[in-house]
């Protein structure tokens, strides 16, 4: 972004030349013996821009266009003018970054409150039917619920998607081969049999139970509250800090529907019975598993 200061307003530039062309800006200029006289423009996540300090030519990804007290105009990196010009280039650059980032929040928070029908009409389609976030949400936090999905479910499921597993594993007797006996147990000529860990199932999609992944938060605080406030605000009476706190929500609202939407399809598949059921066939084989764990679970996944 680039943007230039003209008689106090901020104006967007689409172009470098735009700041070239100016009859005072030299590319190249030595700023020995020159003294700040102000900061007329700032630049910020541009493709790496070469300082026009003589003395310097490093690209710089930040920095600001500073008019000299003999009015001259150069670019210059953000360290390059805290170095040369100390504490005054610092007190400039933070003020008129503050003039750029309300700027920017202003105009997140315009576009995107002519579009709040359009988002209303996607909030409408990610609560809407059986499978809406909303719906999901409940049936979600019912798995992490101990009182309703059993200790040990709520706290394996919650295990695995911390560590991003889908396998589900139990503990199964199997015979012995030949080749594992003991020498006593092969003397004995009976079966012997070991505990092997094999795998029972999987079950997909377990970052949906994750607290960063929490549909009703995200759904009720990122997308509704958010379209609420756009459509709430008046651009011409709105403080700069209402505007700030907005615009920061705003610039995200379309990535938020997006990953709400994403977390809905995940969600679907996530809770099935099927999905679900290896879980049930581990808990079933195991003496520290509790009855009532067992009938909790297979009561809440054959609702799914």
């Given amino acids: 972004m680039l943007y230039m200061k003209e008689n106090g307003v901020l104006i967007k530039l689409d172009s470098w030349e735009q700041v070239y062309s100016r009859p005072n800006f030299i590319k190249d200029l030595d700023l020995k013996d020159k003294k700040l006289k102000a900061l007329v423009g700032y630049y910020k996540n541009e493709p790496p821009r070469k300082c026009g300090i003589k003395s310097c030519h490093s690209s710089h990804m930040k920095g600001g266009i500073v008019i000299t007290e003999d009015n001259f105009e150069a670019s210059i990196g953000h360290m390059c003018g805290s170095k040369i010009f100390e504490e005054k280039f610092d007190v400039l650059i933070k003020q008129l970054e503050k003039e750029v980032d309300f700027e920017i929040y202003k105009e997140a928070v315009a576009s995107r409150k002519a579009r709040v029908f359009e988002y209303w009409n996607k909030a409408a389609a990610l609560t809407s039917g059986k499978n809406g976030v909303l719906k999901l949400a409940d049936k979600i936090l019912s798995l992490r619920d101990p009182l309703v999905a059993g200790r040990f479910a709520a706290t394996e499921l919650a295990r695995m998607a911390a560590n991003q597993q889908t396998k589900v594993t139990k ?59 756009l459509e709430r605000l008046d651009l011409q009476t709105a403080t700069p800090r209402q505007i700030q706190n907005i615009g920061l929500a705003a610039s995200v609202l379309d990535t938020r ?12 598949e996530f809770l099935t019975y099927d999905n679900l059921y ?3 066939d581990k808990m079933y084989s195991m003496d520290t598993v509790s009855r009532k764990d067992l009938e909790l679970y297979e009561t809440l996944i054959k609702q799914f």
């Fill in 171 to 229: 503990e199964v007797w199997v015979e012995k081969k030949k080749k594992e006996l003991t020498e006593e147990e092969a003397k004995s000529g009976e079966k012997k049999y070991r505990l092997e860990t094999v795998v029972c199932g999987q079950i997909k999609n377990t970052e949906v139970l994750l607290s960063v992944n929490n549909l009703n938060n995200i759904y009720k605080d990122d997308i509704e509250a958010v379209i609420h406030a």
């Fill in 257 to 268: 529907l997006d990953t709400a939407a994403r977390l809905k399809d995940l969600a679907t």
């Fill in 278 to 280: 290896p879980m049930y």
